[in-house]
């Protein structure tokens, strides 16, 4: 289906003649009933009725005419935006993020997008990373950022920002009296752990290869899904976590890190959204400005 097609449609549609169709548009009658005989066979519909000398449209050409109309009426509108070069981004979107991450960068940039582009609407949810993954997978949301999303097939990454898990005690713990490179191995013999809880769809910090490296035993005492918890629980106990790098930096409560030399642990910030979804330039701004944002915070001092 072309666009000349809809033109030609619409216009026998209005006079009921293709003759005098093919005189206000200054082309042969013959090039209207080619393109009209074409949308009949693409849609495996009939557009018109004979009556008389004039032609008349079937049901399924009025639905078509009024498809057809609305088609044009956009196109003509998107031309005279892009013409003037005022384009005004408009739509909803559907956008979530982990816990944290919801609140210090995801929920802040998409403001700061909507205060240049007001008739932008939203629905933004905090969620575990694992729910954002399997949101997104199924379509039920437009863009989500997450932590370690593991690949899937039903969704399109991009990495935000590329970390390291740290281990991370109260401020004053005795641990950090100890000599750096006995802390990691000490701290797990004799102190609990609190750790993420697992999730299908993303990569476990609990099973993460650097324990093994380090010889860490997790005792664990608390599990969790949102890192708030992990903060409050690590600040009122002698117990440890393996924290991401960025968290550090924007919560308000102050920590002992333990990075002993040799200590590897990567991680990961992603954006992600619907593979069958075009990504738009709405979202390609906000993706931008996330990643500015975990940029600009990782410059500042803890």
Same mark, same amino acid.
Do not use: C, R, V
């Given at each position: 289906m072309k666009l000349t097609q809809l033109i030609y449609f619409l216009e026998t549609a209005r006079h009921e003649h293709v003759g $005098?169709?093919?005189?206000?548009l200054a082309i042969s009658p013959s090039a209207i009933?080619?393109?009209i005989a074409a949308l009949e066979r693409e849609f495996g519909k009939d557009l018109f009725i004979k009556n008389g000398k004039n032609i008349q449209l079937?049901?399924?050409? $009025?639905?078509?005419a009024e498809r057809a109309e609305y088609i044009l009426q956009t196109t003509e509108k998107i031309k005279r935006e892009l013409l003037s070069g005022t384009v005004e981004l408009q739509g909803h979107y559907s956008l979530a993020a982990s816990h944290m991450l919801s609140e210090h960068f995801?929920?802040?940039?998409?403001?700061s997008i909507q205060k240049a582009y007001p008739h932008l609407t939203s629905e933004i949810y905090s969620l575990r990373s694992s729910d954002v993954v399997q949101k997104v997978s199924r379509g039920e949301l437009d863009f989500g950022i997450c932590f370690n999303p593991q690949s899937n097939p039903n969704f399109e990454e991009e990495v935000l920002h590329e970390g390291q898990l740290i281990l991370v005690v109260r401020a004053n713990h005795p641990i950090l009296e100890v000599e750096p490179s006995e802390q990691p191995q000490r701290l797990s013999q004799s102190y609990p752990a609190i750790l993420p809880k697992s999730f299908q769809g993303i990569s476990n910090c609990e099973t993460h290869p650097i324990f093994k490296a380090f010889h860490m035993q997790q005792q664990e005492t608390l599990l969790f899904d949102n890192y708030a918890v992990a903060f409050q629980a690590i600040a009122q106990s002698d117990a440890w976590g393996l924290i991401p790098d960025i968290l550090l930096k924007i919560t308000p409560i102050s920590f002992g890190s333990i990075i002993p030399a040799g200590w590897e642990a990567p991680m990961?910030?992603?954006?992600?959204?619907p593979r069958k979804r075009l990504i738009t330039n709405v979202l390609n701004q906000l993706s931008l400005k996330v990643k500015h944002a975990i940029l600009s915070q990782l410059e500042k001092e803890v």
């Open positions: $005098k169709a093919a005189q206000i009933s080619h393109s079937t049901n399924f050409g $009025k639905i078509m995801l929920t802040p940039s998409w403001i990961k910030i992603s954006a992600i959204w």
